[in-house]
């Protein structure tokens, strides 16, 4: 059990972590708000698109695709 | 689609108005579903209340939930339903009867949120904000309620008379979710009603729900949403001084956390709605200066203040769902994942992709054989009889000219060759797009719109364009960077719509299938056709990066693209509803549109000024430009009459050919191959017309919508410029190498 901090896009397939700041303002950030993302919430990264980026996520419930410039100023702990 | 009048002048204040964009139905198969006026000059729209004592009723959800499915249930109209997100960006509304009373629904856009991120979000707050619904809907999805709940709580701060309504109970039953809707209700504080909108379950007890709350004038106690201690302070310093500029025309409460959060877009709104700005209130500015200063005392920024705020519901609603929901399956998803693994992996995503737009059209072009055939057969039996007609009853030759050779025959031509192909072209799409497969297109899609600076949701657009570009334009709306969304718009037009997928089909089975003997011939033309779409597909990231390094630089936004469960498509109802849909629409175009364009063509191909007609006449004109294009002035002619919409080209090409050749009657494509060969026509030539038919100016109607989205002529007229420069560079390049290689 580590307590690194990793931005999203680096988490491997299949790995759950938990939200630990969005490094992002403004519309970007009410972006990650208005799904639910928050200090504390669980993501998974499920499954990448063919080339890689974007990568789908479960969030709450739902599969949502990020694309990597997204997902990098999320940063989790595994 | 075609454009009312406008006839909403002046709409007196405080009458319930809300924007309203079209009225249409911006999916693939529905044409009109509104009943609404489109109005470009005020982009507003007036509820259409019969009598003083209807109800309206807003319709809110967030994306995707099956929202669309209920409006249609409810009011019997046709709204398009599909499984993706943000297919319904345009307010359409519909009227319901219960109990004795009349309803106007208001099916308004899908959000994730009422805080105004996007468009969407605006349109959405400021009709349940503004519009006076004497009741809101809140469609929610039972298989993920917990998120669903935040736009629960936004509605109810806004709001008093919620109504929750949770549907796909269905589809949360076989995933195994238990949803306790008493406890919530109660917990909440509004009507909660079950549904499984797509089976009509529970619709009537929603309907109860929504006519008690109405009728008795009665409100609910929703419960209160808190922020913690200085949220709160902040609040209750400011929020006197509201109450009373606003005279309970608004939730003050509310607009006091919009005005601390500093929501531009709300001062806005209510400046058009309510006419005034509550800022020039000097009570309310002062107190808003002062409890900023208390926050910022406080130590509370304004983007920390934002966070406070979502956090708080987005934790309410965990609690809500932690109370009233319960999981009794953990990985619920697991096929669903399986099949995405198969559809967007590295190895197969992109291939499956191919094949399926294949395999639709194979279906497509060998399906539409035999019935085309039978439709040409009849309709070309009734114009027999038609000219004996005007023959028994000694008309000139000009009216029977006039009538049958110029409109019935045009009317013929696209009736025969446009229904087919479309009949089963969408019922196929709109299959795929019930299932959910269009998002994941985007998905597969995203890294190239990505290299292009272009939106990734700019997939789902060019879907939309294959049933009708305008109808793409008007999608684009799901694009929120203003940037993207142009880039989008700008390009809509190199998806072949539905008046140029048949001209392209019929363009393809007379030159290529031809090759190939028997049943490999539909393959043939399908793989042809595909290959033409793909490099439709090709030329608009290609336009799209040429434009983000050029005019609209600037780097792709963030976007969230949701990929929503697969669901089953109610085959039946899809295939009946598109066959009659399309078949609708065709026939509406062939009278509207073909029938006095072939009369109008006819007469140019018929009066003679100087020994030659006025249509060779000009042909002649452009036959020099037409031919460094590969084709010929017959043609770009035909291109040109058909501005007002594609279907007609094909027609005009015939007319012309036969009002100068020695053949007076076709019936079969074969016929008209060895009609189009006469006059010159070699692969090359046919080659040309599909690329010049992909790639030109777009129909009358594109145009229109384009300047009305855009609300510029500049960016209309790059519009229609951009796919008419390309198609001219390509159609150049095409027939001038293949002519110097000593291929044609």
């Known amino acids: ?78 | 689609m075609e454009t009312g009048s406008c006839n909403c002048v002046n709409p007196p204040r405080f009458y319930p108005k809300i924007y309203f964009y079209g009225g249409k139905n911006v999916g693939l198969t529905g044409e009109s579903t509104g009943a609404g006026v489109l109005c470009s000059c005020c982009g507003v729209l007036q509820i259409d209340r019969i009598t003083a004592d209807d109800k309206v009723v807003a319709l809110a959800g967030n994306p995707n939930v099956g929202k669309s499915t209920v409006f249609n249930s409810l009011t019997g109209m046709n709204q398009h339903t599909g499984n993706w997100p943000g297919k319904t960006v345009a307010n359409a509304q519909g009227r319901y009867r219960h109990r004795d009373t009349n309803f106007v629904l208001v099916d308004i856009p899908g959000t994730y949120s009422l805080m105004a991120n996007s468009e969407e979000e605006e349109i959405a707050r400021d009709f349940i904000c503004f519009g006076n619904p004497d009741a809101v809907v809140v469609v929610a999805d039972a298989t993920c309620l917990e998120r669903n709940l935040n736009l629960v709580l936004q509605t109810m701060e806004i709001s008093k008379r919620v109504v929750l309504c949770v549907n796909l109970l269905d589809e949360a039953k076989k995933k195994k979710i238990r949803i306790d809707l008493n406890a919530l209700s109660e917990k909440l504080g509004i009507p909660v009603v079950g549904t499984s909108a797509r089976s009509g379950k529970g619709l009537n007890r929603l309907m109860d729900a929504v006519t008690d709350l109405t009728r008795e004038q009665s409100e609910t106690s929703p419960m209160a949403v808190t922020y913690g201690e200085e949220i709160e302070q902040a609040i209750s310093i400011l929020e006197p001084a509201l109450e009373n500029t606003l005279g309970g025309r608004l939730n003050s409460r509310w607009v006091a956390l919009k005005l601390l959060d500093g929501d531009e877009s709300l001062l806005r709104s209510m400046r058009d709605y309510l006419g005034e700005n509550v800022l020039s209130d000097e009570a309310v500015s002062d107190r808003l200066k002062e409890a900023k200063e208390f926050l910022e005392q406080a130590g509370i920024t304004n983007d920390s203040f934002r966070d406070r705020v979502v956090t708080r519901i987005v934790e309410l609603c965990e609690t809500l769902g932690r109370e009233t929901i319960v999981y009794e399956k953990k990985e619920y998803a697991e096929r669903d994942r399986k099949i995405d693994h198969i559809l967007t992996s590295k190895a197969t995503g992109i291939p499956i992709m191919i094949l399926m737009l294949l395999g639709i059209f194979w279906i497509t072009i060998a399906g539409a054989n035999v019935p085309s055939d039978l439709i040409a057969d009849g309709l070309f039996w009734v114009q027999d009889r038609l000219t004996e007609f005007f023959v028994w009853i000694s008309a000139p030759a000009w009216v029977t000219g006039l009538l049958v050779d110029g409109v019935y025959r045009t009317l013929a031509w696209v009736v025969s060759v446009m229904l087919p192909p479309m009949a089963i072209f969408f019922p196929l799409f709109t299959l795929l797009e019930d299932l959910g497969y269009l998002p994941r297109v985007a998905f597969n899609l995203d890294n190239f719109f990505r290299k292009a600076g272009a939106h990734g949701k700019q997939s789902l657009s060019m879907c939309m364009g294959f049933g009708c570009n305008a109808c793409g334009v008007i999608g684009c709306r799901i694009i929120d960077s203003p940037r993207e969304r142009l880039i989008a718009i700008l390009t809509n037009n190199f998806v072949p719509c539905n008046g140029r997928f048949p001209t392209l089909i019929a363009v393809i089975t007379m030159f290529f299938a031809a090759a190939v003997a028997g049943p490999f011939q539909s393959a043939v033309s399908a793989a042809t056709l595909t290959a033409v779409i793909v490099f439709g597909v090709f030329m608009t990231m290609l336009i799209s990066k040429l434009l983000s390094r050029t005019i609209l630089k600037g780097i792709p936004s963030s976007f969230n693209l949701e990929l929503p469960p697969y669901r089953r498509p109610q085959i039946g109802k899809v295939i009946v509803r598109s066959i009659f849909d399309r078949t609708l629409f065709v026939l509406r175009r062939a009278v509207v549109v073909a029938a006095p364009a072939g009369l109008v063509i006819w007469l140019l191909a018929n009066i003679h000024v100087g020994g030659a007609s006025l249509l060779a006449q000009c042909a002649g004109f452009l036959d020099p430009f037409a031919r460094l294009l590969g084709m010929d002035g017959y043609i770009l002619m035909a291109f040109i009459l058909g501005f007002p919409a594609n279907e007609i080209v094909v027609p005009i090409i015939i007319m012309s050919y036969m009002a100068v050749g020695a053949l007076t009657d076709y019936q079969s494509l074969a016929q008209l191959h060895t009609l189009f060969v006469a006059h010159g026509w070699t692969w090359l030539t046919a080659v040309c017309v599909m690329l010049f038919s992909l790639l030109h100016w777009p129909c009358g109607t594109t145009v229109l919508t384009i300047q009305k989205e855009t609300q510029s002529k500049k960016w209309t007229a790059l519009g229609f410029a951009i796919p008419t420069v390309a198609g001219i560079v390509v159609c150049f390049l095409v027939a001038n190498i293949a002519r110097l290689l000593g291929l044609a």
């Not at chain 1, 403004?26 to 669980?42: H, K, Q, S």
């Open chain 1, 1 to 78: 059990m580590s307590y690194k901090k990793i931005p999203l896009n680096q988490l491997p397939m299949g790995i759950k972590a938990s939200v630990v700041s969005l490094n992002a303002n403004g519309p970007a950030r009410r972006r990650m708000l208005d799904l639910g993302v928050i200090g504390g919430t669980e993501i998974e990264p499920l499954y990448k698109s063919p080339s890689g980026n974007p990568v789908a996520y479960r969030i709450r419930g739902a599969v949502i695709a990020l694309r990597s410039d997204v997902s990098g100023r999320i940063l989790v702990t595994a």
